[in-house]
């Protein structure tokens, strides 16, 4: 039985209409008979806080933050947690009664999409993030727990990188560069944390940048596979993924913290690929 008020939920972000979030978040509270009203609000730049300040002011439980607010998120919580101040990003605020926490389950939601999944497993391997903004922030240092040989950050402005990977020094081997000025030995991993997929202004790299049978990874989703992803498949990748299941791990995480309920993940990612099949093209 749903009770009679529903939980009310949000996902601030600008551009935020392409958000699945909504259906996700539906679809877990039909799984555990809890109502949810989950909206989709457009924040103009300079606006954040005005947005999270009128949630809070019509009672919703809390929200998910996405592109390009996840620090500024981080800086109007009261409180964060550990993998949050480590990010120095956050994907969810939780308004408690006097204070609003905040959290990032990126990291978690893309180790397990990951692991439970696709089966790939990141110990001893080499791996390749691209960008060194909000969302690499968040996969950063779970990635580094996972025991992987080697991660390397490039970014389109190669700043940002260094900058990026100097807060995580101590959590494992790490490198930082510009996308220019890439590694020559190949990759077991490469993970697309940049928007460039959003906008299809991604610029192919070199294909010996990926070891031969290795995997691609765009924490982007869409129906069709990105530039990122065609180039990997080109470049001889084993496997490629789009980022529809870190989507729904993170989110479950999210919706979590919100309700203490663990909803059934993997059921929900099926019936969403069921519903849109990916094209090839
Ligand atoms: P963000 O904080 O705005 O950072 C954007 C990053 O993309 C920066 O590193 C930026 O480089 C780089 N970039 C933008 N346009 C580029 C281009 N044309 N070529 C190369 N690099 C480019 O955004 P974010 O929060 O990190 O999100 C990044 C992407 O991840 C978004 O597409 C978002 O939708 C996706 N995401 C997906 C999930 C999921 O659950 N599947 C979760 C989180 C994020 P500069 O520093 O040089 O500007």
Not at 16 to 21: L, Q, W
Not at 60 to 72: E, H, W
Not at 100 to 119: E, F, I, M, S, Y
Not at 129 to 137: D, E, F, I, Q, S
């Amino acid at each position: 039985m749903h009770a009679s008020s529903p939980l009310q939920l949000a996902v601030i972000g600008n551009p935020v209409a392409h958000s699945r979030s909504p259906q996700i978040h539906c679809a877990f509270g039909a799984q555990l008979g809890i109502a949810v009203d989950y909206r989709k609000v457009l924040a103009e730049p300079g606006q954040f806080a005005r947005c999270v300040d009128a949630l809070r002011a019509r009672g919703a439980r809390g929200c998910n933050v996405t592109i390009p607010f996840k620090q500024d998120a981080f800086g109007y919580c009261d409180v964060a947690s550990e993998r949050a101040a480590r990010a120095g990003a956050v994907n969810t605020l939780i308004f408690d009664d006097a204070a609003c926490r905040g959290d990032n389950t990126d990291g978690v939601g893309l180790l397990r999409d990951l692991a439970d999944n696709l089966g790939l497993p990141i110990a001893g391997k080499r791996i390749l993030v691209l960008g060194a903004g909000g969302a690499a922030r968040g996969i950063l240092g779970p990635l580094l727990s996972s025991g992987p040989q080697l991660v390397h950050v490039a970014n389109r402005t190669a700043s940002r990188a260094t900058s990026l990977i100097a807060g995580f020094a101590a959590a494992g081997r790490l490198a930082g560069s510009g996308l220019q000025d890439l590694p020559e030995a190949p990759f077991d991993l490469i993970i697309n944390a940049t928007a460039a997929s959003l906008d299809g202004s991604f610029s192919p790299l070199p294909s010996t940048l990926l070891r031969a049978g290795g995997a691609v990874y765009d924490l982007v989703y869409a129906e069709a596979p990105t530039p990122f992803l065609k180039w990997g498949e080109r470049a001889g990748a084993a496997l490629a993924a789009d980022g529809l299941g870190m989507l729904v791990e993170q989110a479950g995480e999210s919706f979590y913290l919100w309700t203490g309920q663990r909803p059934r993940t993997r059921e929900v990612l099926n019936g969403l690929r069921r519903a849109a099949p990916r094209r090839s093209n």
